[in-house]
């Protein structure tokens, strides 16, 4: 059981992992799409949570020069509660402050308080903004 790099042979448990926990995502975040676009850029920055030879955990991680971004956190059902989450932030810290990274971001989608709630426990805090976004 540990955090590591995504491998190619990841792919059919992420596409999976991802179908189920993130079923009412928009087009444009189709799973393959995802990866195939991440390991294109920074791809360290992928990590998974591999517990007895399958991923049951993700965290995609990135870092623009100035800011660091986390999305795409995912625990399988069978595995939530017991700190996977947290490793996977863990990690993705890790690597982010390795860059040179000193501040990260993520966004939480409303109505999703259960993740909010756990990411506060883990250090991150509100932060007064509007979030935007723009489909180019
Ligand atoms: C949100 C999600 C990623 C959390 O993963 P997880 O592995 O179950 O979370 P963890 O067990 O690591 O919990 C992290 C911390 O939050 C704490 N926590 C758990 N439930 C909590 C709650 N209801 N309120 C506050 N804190 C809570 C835990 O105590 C834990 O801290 P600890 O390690 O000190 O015990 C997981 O539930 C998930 O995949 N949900 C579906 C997809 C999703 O919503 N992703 C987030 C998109 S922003």
């Known amino acids: 059981m540990h955090v590591r790099?995504?491998?190619e042979s990841d792919r059919g448990d992420v596409?999976?992992?991802?179908?189920?926990v993130f079923a009412d995502d928009p087009p444009w975040n189709e799973p393959n799409t995802v990866i195939d676009t991440k390991l294109r850029t920074q791809p360290e920055l992928f990590f998974v949570y591999e517990?007895?030879?399958?991923v049951v955990g993700t965290?995609?991680?990135g870092f623009d020069g100035f800011r660091g971004w986390i999305h795409?956190?995912?625990?399988?059902?069978?595995h939530?509660?017991?700190g996977v989450s947290r490793l996977l932030i863990e990690a993705a810290e890790s690597g982010l402050r390795e860059l040179g990274c000193k501040k990260v971001n993520l966004q939480v989608?409303?109505?999703n308080e259960g993740a909010a709630?756990?990411?506060?426990?883990?250090?991150f805090s509100d932060e007064p903004r509007i979030s935007m976004g723009k489909l180019l």
């Open 5 to 7: 790099s995504f491998q």
């Open 59 to 61: 965290l995609v991680a």
């Open 15 to 20: 596409v999976a992992l991802w179908n189920s």
């Open 72 to 78: 795409h956190v995912a625990v399988h059902p069978d």
């Open 80 to 82: 939530q509660g017991h």
């Open 117 to 123: 709630d756990k990411y506060r426990s883990m250090g």
């Open 51 to 54: 517990s007895q030879e399958k």
């Open 109 to 111: 989608r409303k109505g």
